[in-house]
């Protein structure tokens, strides 16, 4: 619950020049980041709190799935790379730095050399598996092209989770349990993402998936059945103990990155075909035992062998989800905001601040939707009516109760649904309890 005149939200009124898509236009005129430098932002309070929700989402799904959630550190020591040969292989995006001691340290841009670490330090036996690690923390990759806002940064938020497991079958079983909860987690953030095989590299099989969601800005090609977009798939999810069955059914509907597709080898009907541009949200992945090997990860199986860990990681790219929802939910106005990350619930509007009849029905309304559990935004600010009218609509809030004079005079104020547009006159007390329905509804 915030009163604005109390609130930091600095609103732009012009577009800002650098900005050359939706997202990170409207990002910015949101007052939801301020650019550091290249890709490099500070989340001001309206997108750290949007940034939270998408964060806890991710987490309750990785819980639910039953990941555990740790923190590593964002700084790494450059040894543990050297011992994965990934410290001259990672080139140019790894940012490299000394300590005072001249200790050669680089900011991570991923984590596998560092949970392998962990686990090898901890693990012996087979009894201690299935283990899944995840953290969600800041990156570094020094982009050769940072671009769009959150979308492409050089300091960017992941969850990334690591599985272990004692043979490539049962790391296949943890690689299906994070394949759903990703569709689950993408499914309560409004988003269709469509899992599209992706390159496995020398690895080879089929145990690698791009999370992708469709925007015209998007930066990779994908070719996939259009039956991805009739079917709301990822409410139906029913699976057994093995999740097999499920994932099956998913993959067998054609869905590949440009990289991946091969119209010889397509039997999908070319009128059922679609080629669209997408956002990469998650890249789930199963590598086996690429960093446990030469990291010496290793575990006794039932029968006493020494067998390096079969390992997976699965990322999420927490901050460029809030750009992503943002090209997929906006229109001229500004963003709307799916109930489930909107950074306030309801923005409630005075349209005359400080006037004698305005003021007590907001604060009724505000007061009561805080005693409702809900999360308003109060516009008490001394802005003309149509900025705020403006605003409000740019910043986004699914629900807005607009209170001027002349409706409270006739006892009513007018509550707006952001996304239909659709507007309904009612009793301040009515707004209340319709608006609490509204959100114990989700
Ligand atoms: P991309 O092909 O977009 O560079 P990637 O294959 O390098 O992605 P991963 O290493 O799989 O990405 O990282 C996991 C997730 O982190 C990605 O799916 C993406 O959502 C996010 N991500 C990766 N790079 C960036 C970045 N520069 N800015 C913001 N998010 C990123
Ligand atoms: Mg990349």
């Known amino acids: 619950m915030m009163r604005l005149s109390n609130y930091f939200l600095p609103v732009l009124k012009e577009n800002p020049k650098e900005a050359q898509i939706a997202s990170h236009r409207l990002m910015l005129r949101a007052g939801m980041i301020q650019q550091s430098s290249a890709g490099i932002y500070s989340w001001l309070p309206l997108g750290l709190k949007v940034l939270e929700k998408i964060e806890s989402i991710v987490r309750e799904e990785q819980n639910n799935s039953g990941a555990i959630e740790i923190k590593m550190p964002t700084i790494q020591p450059a040894e543990l790379w050297q011992e994965s040969g990934r410290y001259d292989d990672y080139g140019l995006e790894m940012l490299r730095i000394q300590d005072r001691h001249e200790r050669d340290m680089l900011y991570g841009p991923t984590n596998e050399e560092q949970v392998t670490d962990i686990c090898r330090s901890h693990l012996r036996s087979y009894k201690s598996l299935p283990l899944n690690l995840y953290h969600i923390q800041w990156k570094f990759r020094d982009e050769v092209r940072p671009r769009f806002g959150v979308m492409r940064g050089r300091e960017f938020l992941m969850k990334d989770a690591y599985s272990f497991d004692i043979s490539q079958d049962a790391a296949r079983i943890a690689y299906n349990k994070m394949f759903v909860a990703y569709l689950k987690t993408f499914s309560r953030m409004g988003l269709t993402a469509i899992p599209m095989e992706a390159d496995t590299g020398p690895i080879g099989g089929d145990m690698s998936h791009e999370f992708i969601i469709l925007a015209d800005t998007g930066e990779s090609g994908v070719y996939f059945h259009k039956d991805w977009l009739d079917t709301n798939m990822v409410t139906d999810i029913s699976y057994d103990q093995d999740l097999q069955p499920v994932v099956d059914s998913f993959t067998s509907l054609y869905a590949k990155t440009d990289e991946k597709h091969d119209p010889a080898n397509c039997d999908v009907d070319s009128a059922d075909l679609l080629n669209r541009r997408g956002i990469e949200v998650g890249h789930i992945f199963y590598f086996g035992t690429k960093y446990s090997e030469p990291m010496g990860a290793v575990v006794n199986t039932a029968e006493g062998a020494p067998q390096p860990l079969h390992m997976g990681s699965y990322g999420i790219g927490v901050s460029r989800l809030v750009g992503g929802i943002i090209e997929a939910s906006h ?83 007018e509550v707006k649904n952001r996304h239909t547009g659709e507007a309904q006159e009612m009793s301040a007390d009515k707004a209340i309890t319709m608006l609490a329905e509204q959100a114990g509804a989700r």
């Open 331 to 413: 229109d001229e106005r500004g963003i709307i905001w799916p109930a489930s990350v909107s950074p306030f619930d309801v923005g409630i509007i005075n349209l005359k601040s400080g006037h004698e009849k305005t003021d007590p029905v907001c604060e009724q309304i505000y007061q009561g939707l805080c005693d409702a559990g809900l999360d308003p935004l109060l516009d008490d600010s001394s802005d003309s009516s149509g900025a705020k009218l403006a605003s409000m609509d740019l910043i986004g809030l699914p629900w807005q109760v607009i209170v001027g004079p002349r409706n409270v005079d006739n006892g009513v104020v």
